[in-house]
T-cell receptor, first 114, second 114 residues
Framework: ETGVTQSPTHLIKTRGQQVTLRCSSQ?????VSWYQQALGQGPQFIFQ???????GRGNFPPRFSGLQFPNYSSELNVNALELDDSALYLC?????????????FGQGTRLTVV | QQQVKQSPQSLIVQKGGISIINCAYE??????FPWYQQFPGKGPALLIA?????SEKKEGRFTISFNKSAKQFSLHIMDSQPGDSATYFC?????????????FGTGTLLAVQP
């Protein structure tokens, strides 16, 4: 196991609702990235947080937002859920930003929007 | 968004055989090329990575071959084992350079038959 924990593991929401996903990074890691992985696809980069500041964002609308806390844990918030938001949401933590140091992934949160 | 094109989509190999997965990229500013392995119900895990200053990197049964002029890189799994059955993703830095904010290929589902 990587030491990156995500909660909850599974979640079912209704279209239009809001959801918050949580990630605890590996001990000592100050950088957290979030990815969306649709069924049968590769992970897509949503955004990265470094020391509580956003450090880069992928091609996702503003209704996807995030937070990083002083203990480097992180939240991903999605407003106005759409059916296409159904996916596995992965967080990955690393020791630093903008390096090739390995990003360690959690097991993900499976979100189903009905 | 910059792309990383991966092939084949799926691969069946006999135990002891060689598995080969290919990726092509467009952005010549990419400076880091990792391969990730993902088992069902788990997050991706870094398998092996290469920088473009070398043409090949080997770790145990896993080898990355890199062709800078063709903008291609491939993963070779020698003596493939049933335990290697998983989905494999190539990746590259989303903004070019060498960072752990990644763009992933679409994945290759490898099945190693006993």
């Amino acid at each position: 196991e990587t030491g990156v924990t995500q909660s909850p593991t599974h979640l079912i929401k209704t279209r239009g609702q809001q959801v918050t996903l949580r990630c605890s990074s590996q001990s000592g890691h100050n950088t957290v990235s979030w990815y969306q992985q649709a069924l049968g696809q590769g992970p897509q980069f949503i955004f990265q947080y470094y020391r509580e500041e956003e450090n880069g964002r992928g091609n996702f609308p503003p209704r996807f937002s995030g937070l990083q806390f002083p203990n480097y844990s992180s939240e991903l918030n999605v407003n106005a859920l759409e059916l296409d938001d159904s996916a596995l949401y992965l967080c990955a933590s690393s020791l630093a930003r903008d390096t090739v140091l390995e990003a360690f992934f959690g097991q993900g949160t499976r979100l189903t929007v009905v | 968004q910059q792309q990383v094109k991966q092939s084949p989509q799926s691969l069946i190999v006999q135990k002891g055989g060689i598995s080969i997965i290919n990726c092509a990229y467009e952005n010549t500013a990419f400076d880091y090329f990792p391969w990730y392995q993902q088992f069902p119900g788990k997050g991706p895990a870094l398998l092996i990575a290469i920088r473009p200053d070398v043409s090949e990197k080997k770790e145990g049964r896993f080898t990355i071959s890199f062709n800078k002029s063709a903008k291609q890189f491939s993963l070779h799994i020698m003596d493939s084992q049933p335990g290697d059955s998983a989905t494999y993703f190539c990746a590259a830095p989303i903004d070019g350079g060498a960072t752990n904010k990644l763009i992933f290929g679409t994945g290759t589902l490898l099945a190693v038959q006993p």
